[in-house]
């Protein structure tokens, strides 16, 4: 288990979920051991912010719950991307990648 | 979402396993890592946007179980906001339905009374003559529409009996005027008060369904009035006519026709206009007193007249505004004093739960979460109170309009319905917000206070009590003000010397049917008969007739003079009350016989007429003088001189409140009339010889009705009926008021003292007397009653000015009753202190010492 990181960059796991979101319907738990494998244990999701995130999307509809069902056939909720979920990803990889563009001009300008 | 959570817990778990942990080790790792499940779960719950909503969920099942938990505490809140909120609920039922509800007339806010005012006298609202009525009528532009009302007094002979009802004549366009278009029929026409027309006659709802059950085809057919026929032209729907000054139930209506005889009765018409739309009450004022000025300068009869105009729902609503305001002042009272109750029980649950609270924000509750929940509690009370409450009203509003007056107004447009309900209902929200924020905010600091001193061991600052405590003791104090100010006042009024003795006497209307009895010599001789006929009947001690009884409203008054002095202007003469009495009605109602002796029946029409005056109107005339003798010039039948033959003690004619007025009598049987008022003196129960009374009217004229039958001792206590309804209503506020500031103080000085135990067992161990800390209580408490006494004092004596017109013999700033009830109070206070503070001192102090409660 990876020690946790300092806190991710203020809205950018908003942009992770739902890019993790994008690849298929996953639940919770699921979610976070995505983002970890993904970044290489460099990002860790800590569950006191990502209910948090996932209910506050859930609320401002980007994503949905849905039922579905575990491996071992437990009744589990998933989420997935809504419509709205796809274009707030869109938009939020132009933000990140103009705002990483900007940062690096920065970085290496020194 | 636990659900969710925990799942994910043990996909955590699993994962570890997965990674060599043993199950054990794997499960508490992943419980570490994840956290506090609850505060996660609140975080969750906060970045949802349902989150107030679920809020409110939770803190209303959380205010519910504490309210079951604490059931005495709920009872007594609860119905001590439903005392408060039903109480002002049916108070202000009844004020919505005198006072505010709108006439039920088109445009009845244009609706106008037109009065003569006579200057000299100052009286405001007199009666109109027919010339100038009919002169306003034609000239004032400010209206579009002016009518003439008068009672009518008639005799119906349909089917059985004859009865005796009082209608009124209105002159043509009255109901157009008012907007009530006739259900059946028509209304009167010009044709129909035209001197000589044809006599129709106009039946209201409710005596066409009570005399000819609803027939539809009694229009058009002949109903006996006074024994002549009248021609039925219409049927009204059920709307009440507008009743003030002396118009009553008005079941039927005719025309007014204005004649050379009424023009020269004098002032007897009542007026009511229409302002036009864009006319003010103030331009129609102007324009009528500059009509009136006018014609007070063109005819003689008008020296000395000028104009008022009043709006109609104000005269209808006429001396009853002010007790109700009064009331409804008073009911708001006890209403805020409900609500500090309220507040000051919900602090004393709030500080017995303090520690709990402190927990509570210790874990991480906010401030602001900690209001909304005490909040919430204070609503979720405040709906059942207020509910309970609003159930009460009902109830409390027939309560209320059985115990009214019988003079008050539009009593039938008194009901619980949406306006009042909504009204009511936005009452208890309001109350409720008040209490709850009050209760909150204190709570909350109390919480904060548990949680800084760690429990209640140190003695701790006042937190609020003591202004609630003020705060009762002053409503209490005002409200019982209020209450003492109507009881002195009501038995001043009792106390009042009618100038008469009510016991025993019997008093009934007699009015003989024109038809039969159309001379002055065939009403005289009936009316002698009559009382032969009555004074033979076995426990009559006494009888005679008058020609309008005490306590029965206005009767007629006219200007006198001593034909001796020089003549004065007929503005400047003194205006006597007139009443035509026989012999023996002086001796019969007990009235005291100064001077002289009553009428010589003998007297029946040569020589001057006698007169018997009053001790006033012979100190008016003649002070210091014997009037016995003496002439008496009467403005009455064109003017006559009577001879003075007696003096007798004033009467009130009008009720106790007004003072009597001088008053000079006139021989019955010298001046006869078709009406008169029988008064019988009877022995033991005077109701019980009421049955031979009516044999012997009915022997004597076959049908003939006596009406409006009742005993004096029901006058005076009828006249007195508006002060008793305001005395007992404010007494039975005050009664509670003090109940609830007595209850109040106890409440918030058990929960004092009870914060003070340890202290107070300090004391004592270290040597304190019991009396000395008694002595610490009271003063402290005492203190905050001073400063409730000095609030309630002022803001009791601005109410008290608002009554001032209500009073009798009594000043709204009288000295003895601010002191009494200041006295009461503080004793009220000093008891409530008491209680628990003996309670205190009683207890071990190692017991308190050792004891952590």
């Not at chain 2, 009302?149 to 009996?161: C, D, F, S």
């Not at chain 2, 009559?540 to 409203?553: D, F, K, M, T």
Request: glycine share 10%; net charge positive; proline share 5%.
């Amino acid at each position: 288990m990876p020690v946790s990181k300092a806190d991710l960059l203020q809205g950018t796991l908003d942009l992770l979920i739902l890019k993790t979101l994008a690849l298929g319907p996953l639940h919770g738990w699921a979610v976070s051991k995505r983002i970890q494998q993904m970044s290489k244990d460099i990002l860790t999701v800590n569950q006191g912010s990502l209910y948090p995130a996932l209910y506050r999307l859930e609320d401002r509809g980007w994503i949905a719950g849905a039922e579905g069902e575990s491996a071992e056939g437990r009744r589990i909720k998933l989420y997935k991307l809504t419509a709205a979920g796809w274009r707030q990803l869109a938009d939020e990889l132009d933000t990140w990648k103009s705002f990483s563009a900007g940062i690096n001009r920065v970085i290496k300008a020194v | 979402m636990d659900a969710e959570m925990r799942y994910h817990l043990e996909c955590e778990a699993a994962e570890y396993v997965r990674q060599g942990s043993a199950p054990d080790e794997a499960r508490r790792r992943a419980a570490r890592e994840f956290g506090g499940l609850e505060a996660l779960k609140e975080d969750a719950r906060d970045a949802r946007g349902g989150r107030p909503l679920e809020d409110l969920v939770l803190d209303l099942r959380y205010a519910a179980r504490v309210l079951r938990h604490n059931p005495w505490f709920t009872i007594a809140a609860v119905l001590t906001f439903a005392l408060g909120i039903g109480a002002a609920s049916a108070i202000f039922s009844v004020v919505y339905g005198v006072l505010v509800r709108p006439l039920p007339y088109a445009h009845a806010d244009r609706l106008v009374v037109l009065w003569e005012r006579h200057l000299p006298r100052s009286k405001d609202q007199n009666v109109v003559s027919v010339d100038n009525f009919e002169a306003w009528r034609d000239s004032a532009r400010a209206f579009d529409g002016m009518v003439a009302v008068v009672p009518r007094p008639v005799t119906l002979i349909e089917g059985g009996a004859p009865e005796r009802v009082t209608g009124a004549e209105i002159s043509p366009g009255y109901f157009d005027l008012l907007g009530v278009a006739p259900a059946r029929g028509r209304e009167f026409t010009s044709a129909d008060a035209a001197p000589g027309a044809a006599d129709v006659v106009i039946l209201s709802d409710g005596y066409w369904r009570r005399r000819f059950g609803g027939d539809p085809s009694v229009v058009g057919r002949a109903l006996s009035v006074g024994g002549r026929p009248h021609t039925i032209v219409g049927i009204m729907p059920n709307v009440e006519p507008p009743r003030f000054g002396w118009l009553g139930e008005q079941p039927l209506w005719f025309p007014f026709v204005a004649t050379n005889e009424n023009r020269a009765w004098g002032r007897f018409l009542l007026v009511i206009a229409r302002l036009r739309p864009e006319a003010t009450l103030g331009q129609a004022r102007a324009e009528m007193l500059a009509i009136a000025d006018r014609r007070s300068r063109e005819a003689a009869a008008n020296e000395g007249w000028s104009a008022t105009v009043t709006p109609l729902a104000r005269q209808i609503t006429g001396d009853v505004r002010t007790s109700l305001i009064v009331l409804l002042g008073a009911v708001s009272l006890l209403l805020l004093m409900a609500v500090t109750n309220v507040a000051t029980l919900m602090l004393s649950l709030t500080r017995r739960r303090a520690r709990e609270l402190a927990m509570r924000r210790a874990i991480g509750a906010t401030d602001s979460r900690l209001f909304r929940q005490l909040f919430t509690q204070s609503a979720l009370l405040g709906a059942i109170g207020g509910a309970v409450g609003l159930l009460t009203a009902a109830p409390g509003v027939r309560l209320l309009v059985m115990l009214l007056p019988p003079d008050v107004p539009r009593v039938d447009s008194i009901r619980l319905d949406t306006p009042v309900l909504l009204a009511a209902s936005g009452i208890a929200v309001l109350a409720t917000i008040a209490f709850g924020t009050v209760a909150a905010i204190r709570g909350r600091s109390s919480a904060a206070l548990a949680a800084s001193s760690q429990g209640e061991g140190r003695i701790s600052p006042r937190t609020g009590g003591g202004t609630l405590v003020a705060v009762e003791i002053a409503l209490g104090l005002a409200l019982s003000l209020m209450a003492m100010l109507m009881a002195r006042s009501f038995i001043a009024l009792r106390a009042v010397d009618l100038g008469f003795s009510s016991e025993g006497v019997v008093v009934a209307r007699v009015g003989l049917p024109g038809d039969r009895y159309r001379s002055g010599a065939s009403q005289r001789a009936f009316f002698t008969a009559l009382l032969e006929r009555v004074r033979a009947l076995p426990g009559v001690e006494s009888a005679s007739v008058i020609s309008a009884r005490p306590l029965g409203g206005l009767g007629p008054a006219t200007s006198v003079s001593d034909p001796r002095e020089p003549a004065v202007p007929a503005s400047q003469a003194p205006v006597v009350d007139v009443r035509f009495a026989e012999a023996a009605y002086f001796r019969t109602l007990g009235i005291r016989s100064s001077r002289g002796t009553t009428f010589d029946e003998r007297d029946d029409g040569d020589g001057p007429p006698q007169a018997v005056i009053s001790e006033s109107m012979a100190r008016t005339l003649w002070p210091d003088q014997d009037p016995v003798g003496r002439e008496l010039h009467i403005v009455i039948n064109g003017g006559i001189t009577a001879t003075i033959v007696g003096v007798v003690g004033d009467v009130h004619l009008m009720d106790a409140r007004t003072s009597s007025r001088p008053a000079v009598y006139l021989s019955a049987s010298r001046f006869p009339s078709e009406q008169r008022d029988l008064v019988v003196r009877a022995g033991g129960t005077p109701e019980a010889i009421v049955p031979s009374l009516r044999a012997a009217a009915a022997a004597l004229s076959p049908g003939l009705p006596l009406y409006q039958v009742t005993t004096l001792p029901h006058l005076v206590s009828t006249s007195l009926a508006a002060d008793r309804f305001a005395t007992i209503l404010l007494g039975a506020f005050a009664l509670v008021a003090v109940a609830l500031a007595a209850v109040g103080i106890v409440g918030v000085f058990s929960a004092d003292v009870a914060h003070r135990r340890k202290e107070i067992g300090v004391r004592l161990a270290l040597g304190a007397r019991s009396s000395g800390i008694v002595f610490i209580l009271l003063r402290q408490s005492l203190a905050r009653a001073v400063v409730g006494v000095i609030a309630g004092a002022a803001m009791a004596l601005l109410l008290a000015r608002s009554m001032g017109s209500m009073l009798f013999g009594v000043r709204a700033t009288d000295p003895i009753s601010l002191v009494t009830v200041a006295a009461v109070l503080l004793g009220v206070a000093v008891c409530a202190t008491l209680v628990p503070a003996i309670h205190a001192i009683r207890q071990s102090p190692l017991t308190v010492l050792r004891g952590d409660s």
